[in-house]
């Protein structure tokens, strides 16, 4: 059951959820011609009064591009006024996870970007913890992830995700929390809806964005923290054997934040992770409004303004 907020930006102002309706002959629906964007926001815990999101201006921007990649113009200022609109009406008292949705709202059937209609909306949700922060177990996907070539995985194009729902399904049906895929040439990717990151030897090594990964904003924030931490990170391809043999994997995403990976398939993996610990702890911290030289991540939106 979810908790959704009361309020919905929808066609340019703040509705009553129930009201966001759209036409079953929507564009978007079809084709899957949308893309969307994914923040969390927690309460201030030194200021009821105010509202923290994380790295606003990074998952706004990156909306706007994912827009450009169909073909749309969203500018940045309108959606950030939206989203601030949006934190207003709806007030909320628990950490939440917010949608902004960019889609193309024709009734039309013929599968297009050109002359067509575009609108966006935002609705939200309390979210407490996606996957357990005590650990995920994850089975390699028989689905291979899309190629930058056939569809652009630089944005978070909604039609991208076919992929992640049939690799998630299939991790859960046989047994697993989470599912981990390969790419074209064999090389790991990512999780359904995840960047991954493993540890060897101190080194914090990452697949980088030449292997078809969505350019995660935690993963790009979790690798910002490690250099800061004098943690060396490595940004290359990986092997699936490396998932076994390395001292700490894990999980990093909006709605993931950071999750360890305790066993893959048959192998159980390390329960001590010194790295991925210091890593969460900094990233907690941040987000949650403490001093720290990443202070700009960080940004309050008065609700009773």
């Not at 006024?81 to 909320?92: G, R, T, Y």
């Not at 080194?203 to 060396?232: C, F, H, M, W, Y």
Request: aromatic fraction near 10%.
């Amino acid at each position: 059951m979810h908790n959704f907020l009361p309020y919905a930006w929808f066609r340019g102002e703040c509705v009553p959820f129930e009201k966001a309706k759209l036409s079953i002959a929507t564009h978007a629906l079809h084709y899957g011609t949308a893309a969307f964007g994914g923040m969390r926001a927690i309460p201030d815990p030194l200021d009821p009064n105010n509202f923290l999101l994380f790295r606003v201006d990074k998952h706004v921007k990156r909306l706007c591009q994912s827009a450009q990649l169909l073909l749309t113009d969203l500018k940045y200022e309108d959606v950030y006024d939206a989203l601030s609109s949006f934190i207003k009406a709806n007030k909320p008292k628990k950490p939440i996870y917010i949608r902004p949705f960019v889609y193309t709202s024709d009734l039309g059937i013929a599968p297009r970007l050109h002359e067509i209609e575009t609108d966006f909306f935002i609705y939200g949700l309390e979210l407490g913890d996606y996957l357990s922060p005590e650990g995920v177990t994850c089975r390699m996907s028989s689905w291979t992830r899309q190629q930058d070539c056939s569809l652009p995985l630089r944005g978070k194009i909604s039609g991208a995700y076919i992929t992640s729902s049939l690799a998630k399904t299939e991790a859960s049906l046989s047994g697993f929390d989470e599912a981990l895929l390969l790419n074209a040439q064999g090389k790991v990717s990512e999780a359904s809806g995840m960047n991954l990151f493993i540890v060897r030897d101190g080194n914090l090594i990452t697949p980088g964005v030449d292997q078809d990964i969505l350019e995660g904003i935690t993963r790009a924030s979790v690798i910002e923290i490690a250099k800061d931490l004098g943690i060396d990170v490595i940004e290359r391809p990986v092997d699936k054997t490396e998932l076994f043999i390395s001292d700490e994997v894990f999980l990093t995403g909006t709605a993931a934040k950071i999750t360890p990976v305790k066993r893959i398939e048959s192998s159980e993996l390390n329960s001590s992770r010194p790295i991925m610990k210091k890593l969460k702890d900094r990233l907690l911290s941040i987000t949650q409004g403490q001093p720290d030289k990443f202070d700009d991540w960080v940004t309050r939106i008065n609700i009773y303004e």
